[in-house]
T-cell receptor, first 118, second 117 residues
């Protein structure tokens, strides 16, 4: 069965610090997708990135970067020069490729609550 | 692109009444939508997968007669909480997947906060 673990329940840093959110996953599939979503206080989940299992190239988008390592089953997310607006709960998720009614379900981690203090 | 809306954003109702929540994909057609429930400071719990034109697929432990799902069109899925009780109070979130898009990316609505008195 698929499983996603975000061991860091809460992280608090001072603005401009770099912060890394950890994500470890378990799956028996050889093809799978990993995601990061941001949930600000408003509640709406915002899609940040999707990575497929065949692409281990790290990705950078502005202050955000992602490090995917299949060898350690990890998909970590780093925010560089953090800002107060980055404060949110961040969820890592794994796409379940077992088709059920034509759907691909997402398996979510427990989330990491990130607080950026001014 | 890939905008999903939910209505209402919040609702307060009396115990025993039924509440309907709408989920719409605004700029794409969604053959599959998902309904989640989220308790405070917890992760999302998938309740059911809603398929256009067919019955929803419920996760284990979710009462199908309690949480009625209807996916009548390619842009609308509804969740009706029947005979709501205080323990049904929660944050309900829907999501939709763009058909044919690889990888199963789901786009989420803003959520509906239900409070049952």
């Amino acid at each position: 069965a698929q499983k996603v673990t975000q061991a860091q329940t809460e992280i608090s840093v001072v603005e401009k610090e770099d912060v890394t959110l950890d994500c470890v996953y378990e799956t028996r599939d050889t093809t799978y997708y990993l995601f990061w979503y941001k949930q600000p206080p408003s509640g709406e989940l915002v899609f940040l990135i999707r990575r497929n299992s065949f692409d281990e190239q790290n990705e950078i988008s502005g202050r955000y970067s992602w490090n995917f390592q299949k060898s350690t089953s990890s998909f970590n997310f780093t925010i560089t020069a953090s800002q107060v607006v980055d404060s949110a709960v961040y969820f890592c998720a794994l796409s379940d490729l077992v088709v059920a009614g034509g759907a691909q379900k997402l398996v979510f981690g427990q989330g990491t609550r990130l607080t950026i203090n001014p | 692109g890939a905008v999903v809306s939910q209505h209402p954003s919040w609702v307060i109702c009396k115990s025993g009444t039924s509440v309907k929540i709408e989920c719409r994909s605004l700029d794409f057609q969604a053959t599959t939508m998902f309904w989640y429930r989220q308790f405070p400071k917890q992760s999302l719990m998938l309740m059911a997968t809603s398929n256009e034109g067919s019955k929803a697929t419920y996760e284990q432990g979710v009462e199908k007669d309690k949480f009625l799902i209807n996916h009548a069109s390619l842009t609308l899925s509804t969740l009706t909480v029947t005979s709501a009780h205080p323990e049904d109070s929660s944050f309900y979130i829907c999501s939709a997947r763009i058909p044919g898009s690889g990888g199963g990316t789901q786009y989420f609505g803003p959520g509906t906060r239900l409070t049952v008195l």
